[in-house]
């Protein structure tokens, strides 16, 4: 949906609410009941106007972002967003995600360097808070060791909410690196371990192809953490549509679109005939 539609739909849906609100009082109770209800009650009103000025304040003000956005105009879309993160010095979370998966989008890897470097600086948090983000940037541009460097040193320091993935992009980035062994210990780990089937699964398909053909005197313990991840994600997600439902979830974020093959690939492994 256009996000002028969005923007409309809401505007026409809380002025019918606040009409309805505003009208059903003298309707149903008469005037005098209504005045004394209002006296009470007239707070209500004032909130939903607030939030109605408020939203379309916010859309009036973000109108040429959202125009780009919805045009996917991407390289006038990042001229934007760095006259105001970097030109006006606007480093917020939203703005510094949004510019970061756009250099991605450009496959511009060098600028989302450049601007973590400026993040680090005007706001450290904020390297953490988009943690997947400048890390993928430095797998897509080959910058391998230096993944592996990333990722490794915020395993135990991401937030609990992106720990998880930080833990397979360090894994994924020691493989890339043909750091086997190390590799093959965070993969068993993810696969046994983690609470989220998709880690799980991608975990145990390196470990299962990759992985095991890489450590041959550690193939038997390999496979058979491969194995048993494979069986967690099977008693999790037991159909190949509860799997893809899950990829579905996480797509729009950039760092899992960058692993759309291999989501596809683990699935069709997962779910292959015995």
């Known amino acids: 949906m256009k996000f002028k539609s969005i923007f409309i739909l809401f505007n026409i849906i809380l002025i019918i609410f606040l009409a309805v609100l505003s009208l059903t009082p003298t309707l149903t109770l008469g005037s ?28 009036i003000i973000n109108r040429q972002l959202y125009a780009l956005l919805e045009k996917e105009d991407w390289p006038a879309l990042v001229h934007y967003l760095e ?24 496959s511009d890897s060098p600028s989302v360097m450049s601007l973590e470097n400026k993040a680090a600086i005007a706001k450290p948090s904020l390297v953490d808070d ?3 983000v400048f890390g993928t940037a430095r797998i897509l541009g080959r910058d391998i060791n230096g993944a592996v ?10 937030s609990p909410a992106l720990r998880q993935w930080v833990r397979w992009y360090h894994g994924f980035a020691l493989l890339l690196d043909r750091q086997y062994p190390q590799a093959a210990d965070v993969f068993s780990f993810l696969a046994r371990n983690s609470r989220d089937g998709v880690i799980s699964g991608l975990a145990a398909y390196f470990l299962g192809d990759a992985v095991a053909r890489s450590l041959p005197d ?3 313990e390999i496979e058979a953490a491969s194995a048993e991840g494979r069986e967690r994600v099977l008693k999790a997600l037991p159909d190949i549509r509860d799997w893809t439902r899950e990829v579905s979830r996480i ?20 779910y292959r005939n015995p």
């Not at 005098?32 to 859309?59: H, K, P, T």
């Not at 797509?251 to 997962?270: N, T, V």
């Open 218 to 220: 550690r193939a038997g």
């Open 83 to 106: 006259d105001r993160v970097i030109r006006q010095g606007k480093y917020t979370p939203r703005l510094v995600r949004l510019l970061a998966n756009t250099y991605l989008v450009l």
């Open 32 to 59: 005098a009941f209504a005045s004394s209800f209002w006296r009470s009650n007239w707070f209500l009103i004032l909130i939903l106007a607030a939030i109605l000025v408020g939203f379309d304040s916010y859309f």
């Open 149 to 158: 460097r990333f990722f490794g040193a915020r395993t135990d320091s991401a």
């Open 130 to 132: 988009n943690v997947l």
């Open 251 to 270: 797509s729009s974020e950039i760092h899992a679109a960058a692993l759309a093959k291999y989501m596809d690939e683990a699935g069709k492994w997962l």
